[in-house]
Structure formats: C-alpha cells, structure tokens
Nanobody, 115 residues
Framework: VQLVESGGGLVQPGGSLRLSCAAS????????MSWYRQAPGKERELVAA????????DYADSIQGRFTISRDNSKNTVYLQMNSLKPEDTAVYYC?????????WGQGTQVTVSS
C-alpha cells in the first residue's frame, strides 16, 4: 500500500489549494478515504472523509463550507479542495486508508497559510 500526497505549499489567507493523494497497492474503489492534518504542537485531527463511491462525505466543523473532498476511482486518487484558507489551516495534511486490521498513511504535504 502506498499513499502519496501532493499539492501543498505556501498560500496567502483567502487563497486556495488542491491537495491530491495518489493511492496504489490496494483496490482503491473499495475503500473510504480520509484527510487528516496536524499542526505544530497539536494532535492529528480528521478533516474530511469520503466513502468508497464518493456518495457520502463528512467534514470537520472547522472547515465546513470551505473544503471539499472528492475522489476519482479511475485515477486512484482522492482530492481535497481548500478554499478561503486561514492561517489556522496551516498544518501537514495526510491522507489515510483504513482496512479492517490496520490503517495506512501517506507521508504528508505541508500547507502554510501566511501573508
């Protein structure tokens, strides 16, 4: 199993970024996926989750209405579109897949929101 995030970077407050997570090594279309983030000195927190078909999505209250999770099962990729970014969104963003017995994480991509 491999998860590779990309798309992070430095953006000004109010700006947008789209994160991607390319998955391999498992049947991507059979599993829900999720995005987490971890800010310095804080615990890792769930940002958004999407079901295997994309028909169900859940979001943390802190990003509701600003972030959108989506997936393309033909490309084995899950996305996180982030709009109206705030300094408090600064964190390392990780994608995750959870199986019955274990979970796998990507290496993370840094998002920094600063003027």
């Amino acid at each position: 199993v491999q998860l590779v995030e990309s798309g992070g970077g430095l953006v000004q407050p109010g700006g947008s970024l789209r994160l991607s997570c390319a998955a391999s090594g498992f049947t991507f279309s059979s599993y829900g996926m999720s995005w987490y983030r971890q800010a310095p000195g804080k615990e890792r927190e769930l940002v958004a989750a999407i079901s295997s078909t994309g028909g169900s999505r859940d979001y943390a209250d802190s990003i509701q209405g600003r972030f959108t999770i989506s997936r393309d099962n033909s490309k084995n990729t899950v996305y996180l579109q982030m709009n109206s970014l705030k300094p408090e969104d600064t964190a390392v963003y990780y994608c995750k897949v959870r199986f019955i017995l274990n979970s796998y994480w990507g290496q993370g991509t840094q998002v920094t929101v600063s003027s």
